[in-house]
């Protein structure tokens, strides 16, 4: 099968295409044109040069023209932009911007990478501004050049998603002093709330000035204003509040475009021109667990589509599975991942599902390991099916390995039952006989079943506020060091000796450090005849968790003596 492939836009999507195109045919003429000065860099790995973790810029590029040409008989044209697409006679046009050259160029099957650009909105002053956005390697090659240059005495990153965690840590990491702003109640979306203040407490304690729930109104030359009326000094600003897909090409090309204002694709990544495909962060992509469309920048989804899109030229038929959208943070010594659906997203999308919810914080290895860490694990199931809907890990740990489990698991329609029978590797330096998804699973088939309840650590200032009966059952000693201030304390050895203080005619909360031994008291209190009893899931460490960066930063009364973090 021969062939004229041309490809817009290079990195992860157009890149990839390429390669997979060339390994399934010989013949075919296969053109990039790409109107960076790089086909191939690694964009997710750009903060990181700013540390100095990667030391020099130059090597965050990953493919030169001549890679494709030598090693891959591949066209690729740096710094030529496809500035018109004429569908009717299958050409483009394209303009060389180095020499200013404007000529055409025929295609038989046409590929749309564009990808997506940062966000830059007219906010007032903006002009005024050192304004930087991180999403190339000459971007991150100014920003570098210019914390240089100027010594800033802070650095302000506008935006709470990946890009901007990643660079204010970088920054940090630097020694430079950074404020981190977000207009939303908290960074990372794909975290559900509760989870995410265990990120929050990280950016606080290294030293990273968090203001959560404000956005900015206005820029001078030196400054960030915020709604609230806050004045950050600042000479350096980077804004990563997102990014809006390459649209305009499709658009002027008469393309369609989605709901989500991405454009509009098939299960095979076609558009609605028979000879033109879409793949990456400029197209919208269907998720089988809410039944519909949504954006995902991820460098491997991009890389799936485009493979997709290769091999279905070939006429090889790849089966569509949708996209669930898998991601993994560093967060200086925490690490974060997520799959699927979350709690929030749930809520926001008005979504109806019954689900519930798992929350688990065991160890990520044995315990004599020096190395062994807290895992907070929480898990979305479908109460009727037991299907998962999305996990949440964050540790200092493997999550990432946890939750790939959980995407796996997701992809290939599996429920809570095959968790907790999953046979995994196990050796006391890796991970524990039964490994923290396994514990999930086996909390989630007692949720399933009835055998107990719970409440949420997000529940207890109102519970506190009910006066609810809450027994917290560490031992004595422990519990002096820090405790729920209404707590009462009846350790767990002595709980069958002091049956007589559990009323029987209220609602008993049982709490212990994790939310392990308080499941034990949940089910013998049950035997007992106790049959209004919870467990407080995630227990103190929980709600240590919950509660220390909204104590530290807002004006409120704090619910607890002390914190345990470890």
């Not at 999507?13 to 060339?22: E, I, N, T, V």
């Not at 028979?274 to 995902?296: C, H, K, M, Q, T």
């Not at 949720?447 to 409440?455: D, E, N, R, Y």
């Not at 422990?478 to 709980?495: C, D, M, R, V």
Request: hydrophobic share 40%; with cysteine; glycine share 8%.
């Amino acid at each position: 099968m021969s062939y004229k492939a041309v490809i817009i836009g290079g990195v992860a999507g157009g890149a990839s295409a390429a390669a997979r195109l060339r390994r399934l045919s010989e013949d075919s003429q296969i053109i990039i044109f790409e109107r960076g000065p790089h086909v191939s860099f690694s964009n997710c790995s750009l903060p990181y040069h700013l540390s100095g973790m990667i030391e020099n810029s130059k090597e965050l590029v990953l493919l030169h023209p001549w890679n494709f040409s030598s090693q891959y008989n591949i066209d690729a044209r740096i710094r030529h932009e496809v500035v018109s697409i004429d569908r009717g006679n299958k050409t483009v046009s394209v303009k060389n911007l180095e020499t200013g050259e404007l000529y055409e160029e025929t295609y038989d099957k046409l590929i749309l990478s564009p990808g997506a650009a940062p966000i830059v909105p007219p906010i007032e002053g903006i002009e005024k501004a050192k304004i930087f956005t991180v999403r190339s390697v000459p971007d991150i090659e100014r920003l570098n050049h210019a914390i240089t240059d100027l010594k800033p005495h802070n650095v302000t990153v506008i935006g709470g998603g990946f890009i901007g965690i990643e660079t204010a840590e970088n920054l940090r990491e630097k020694g430079l002093s950074v404020t981190l702003i977000e207009a939303m109640p908290q960074i990372l979306r794909q975290f559900d709330f509760d989870m995410v203040q265990i990120l929050h407490k990280e950016l606080f304690d290294n030293g990273i000035h968090l203001i959560l729930g404000d956005k900015v109104t206005s820029f001078t030359e030196n400054s960030v204003i915020l709604e609230s009326g806050q004045i950050v000094d600042s000479p350096i600003v980077i804004l990563a509040i997102g990014v809006s897909p390459e649209t305009l090409l499709a658009r002027e090309a008469g393309l369609d475009l989605g709901k989500t204002g991405a454009i509009k694709v098939d299960q095979n990544f076609k558009t609605n021109d028979d000879s033109i495909y879409a793949i990456g962060d400029a197209v919208e992509v269907y998720n089988p667990l809410f039944s519909d469309f949504f954006r995902l920048s991820l460098a491997g989804p991009a890389q799936k589509q485009a493979r997709h899109v290769a091999d279905h030229i070939h006429g090889l038929r790849p089966v569509p599975g949708g996209f669930i959208g898998s991601s993994v943070i560093k967060v200086f010594g925490m690490n974060a991942a997520s799959t699927g659906l979350s709690e929030g997203f749930i809520q926001a999308a008005g979504i109806n599902r019954d689900y519930e919810v798992v929350k688990v914080i065991p160890r990520d290895k044995v315990g004599l390991m020096p190395d062994s860490a807290m895992l907070h694990f929480k898990l979305l199931f479908d109460r009727q099916t037991g299907k998962i809907l999305g996990a949440q890990a964050i540790g200092a740990g493997n999550v990432d390995k946890r939750i790939d489990i959980i995407a796996t698991l997701i992809k290939t329609g599996g429920t809570i039952v095959d968790l907790k029978d999953l046979e995994l590797c196990y050796a006391p330096p890796f991970g524990t006989a039964r490994d923290v998804v396994n514990f999930a699973g086996l909390v989630a088939t007692n949720l399933q079943a009835g055998i107990f309840k719970q409440v949420h650590d997000y529940q207890i200032r109102e519970l506190i506020k009910q006066d609810a009966f809450i027994v917290d059952i560490r031992e004595k000693e422990i519990f002096t060091k820090g405790h729920l201030k209404t707590a009462i304390n009846i350790p767990f050895s002595e709980i069958r000796q002091r049956l007589s203080e559990f009323p029987k005619d209220r609602p008993v909360y049982i709490q212990c450090r994790t939310g392990q031994d308080s499941y034990n008291v949940v089910l013998t209190l049950q035997h007992m005849g106790y049959d209004n009893v919870f467990n407080l899931c995630g227990g103190f460490m929980g709600i240590s968790f919950f509660e220390y960066f909204m104590d530290e930063t807002l004006p409120r009364e704090p619910i607890l003596t002390g914190y345990n973090f470890d």
